[in-house]
């Protein structure tokens, strides 16, 4: 029996880096073995924050791939004010770190180009895609979002093709993310992104959400809604390359992997560890906190004038599959959210991977997480809110404790339903 063809639109592919290519490009690898083929489309000279050649391996060979040229102000904006850059990625400097340059750039990105700076590509894209459809038989047609752009591609193509199903998966909310409220969007700005997301939650046959919580919101706000989380892939952390680094069995490692900005920085983390090695000879000897990544200048200079300045392993940003060994090179992995309520529903990609590690994590954001919810069920760490204090210096110490005497064991409980081919296995049986 043929295949089942499914055609994924996507800004971010390899060599893109960072959590937001995996997804797609895990279930373009896994679904051949459930029946569908799975068809990429994708700019041909994006302009993308991170690059990580590494991912390219997990491209299958003979997988179709369609590119078609992009315009984006992007390069443009980095010219006049290079934490420009920091947009791309959805970073935002906040309070009185912003410069009049920054407020106008936020302000810019937020009112002239609805929903985003991809906007660009709407267009061109559905026009070369009405001619693609006609010739290919495609039975489903993806749009992953951010840049939620995309997903105005598959609004067009919906309303022209209205026999083809239409997933619209938002791996981050739209107007419900946290730094939408940071756009400083004029009222006529805010009403546009809210029609055009209700317009996608109404047209779209499914709306996938990777969180319970941005699920539920996304059905209240209209959208047919289904959670297909992130996960991990177990080819990525059994990799035989995995190297044990000298320091990770002789020293007591907190690890950061990925980008923190200033919107997510757990200060009190920072303080209770300074306390620690300030008032805990034993600890202060032991312990070393590792970054793997991007770290905002301004966190970054505020940890290394404090007492932590000698216990720090900062790596700066490494490819996926070195990532990954460095995660298997630490005792407890940190994790961060935005604090507010808001957020709850979002759970960074990366947990999966530290998950699949059997490290202790700790984990901050706002009560009620769906973060929390996640380690509750696979007993691999806590999740604390960004008021706690004294609970933080708790399970760190407690951890070390553990460490010390070797019975800091591994956790690998019930954490399978999270590996990409199960998950490819759900999204399967939706298609």
Not at 17 to 32: E, I
Not at 113 to 129: C, E, G, H, Q
Not at 297 to 311: F, G, V, Y
Not at 335 to 347: D, H, L
Request: net charge neutral.
């Amino acid at each position: 029996m043929d295949s089942k063809k499914i055609l994924i639109i996507t800004y971010y592919w390899p060599p893109a880096g960072g959590p937001g290519v995996q997804r797609w490009l895990k279930f373009a690898k896994y679904l051949p073995e459930f029946g569908w083929k799975p068809i990429i489309f994708t700019p041909e000279n994006p302009s993308y924050p991170l690059i990580d050649e590494s991912l390219m391996k997990d491209v299958p060979e003979d997988l179709e791939i369609i590119k078609t040229k992009i315009w984006e102000p992007y390069q443009l904006a980095e010219k006049l004010n290079k934490s420009n850059k920091k947009f791309k990625a959805g970073q935002f400097d906040v309070g009185n770190n912003q410069s009049w340059k920054s407020k106008l750039s936020i302000w810019v990105r937020g009112n002239f180009f609805i929903p985003d700076a991809r906007v660009f590509w709407v267009n061109p894209s559905v026009k070369y895609l009405e001619q693609y459809l006609k010739i290919n038989k495609i039975d489903v047609v993806v749009t992953s979002g951010p840049p939620h752009s995309l997903h105005l591609i598959g609004l067009q193509l919906k309303k022209q093709f209205p026999e083809i199903k239409w997933i619209a998966d938002f791996r981050d909310p739209w107007t419900e993310i946290s730094y939408y409220k940071h756009l400083k969007l004029t009222n006529k700005s805010d009403k546009k992104h809210r029609q055009l997301e209700s317009d996608v939650f109404k047209n779209a046959d499914i709306t996938l959400a990777t969180s319970y919580t941005d699920a539920e919101n996304f059905r209240k706000n209209g959208a047919n809604a289904v959670c297909i989380t992130n996960g991990f892939d177990e080819s990525d952390s059994s990799n035989p390359q995995t190297l044990k680094s000298a320091d990770s069995a002789t020293k007591f490692t907190l690890s950061y992997i990925g980008v923190l900005e200033q919107l997510r920085n757990p200060e009190n983390l920072w303080k209770a560890l300074d306390e620690l090695v300030k008032t805990d000879a034993e600890f202060a000897e032991n312990f070393r906190l590792k970054f793997v990544g991007r770290i905002d200048d301004k966190i970054l200079n505020a940890i290394e004038t404090s007492s932590l300045k000698n216990h720090i392993d900062n790596l700066g940003y490494l490819s996926h599959d070195k990532a990954v060994n460095e995660m298997s090179n630490s005792t407890v992995l940190l994790i961060t959210n935005f604090p507010n309520a808001s957020s709850k529903g979002i759970i960074p990609g990366k947990i999966f991977e530290y998950l699949a590690t059997g490290k202790q994590i700790i984990s901050f954001g706002p009560d009620d997480a769906d973060v929390a919810k996640i380690l509750d069920e696979t007993q691999a760490g806590k999740h604390f809110s960004y008021d706690n204090s004294e609970e933080i210096k708790n399970f760190i110490l407690e951890k070390f404790e553990l460490w010390k005497s070797g019975n800091l064991s591994e956790n690998t409980g019930n954490i399978e339903q999270f590996s990409r081919r199960n998950l490819t296995k759900q999204l399967s049986d939706i298609l």
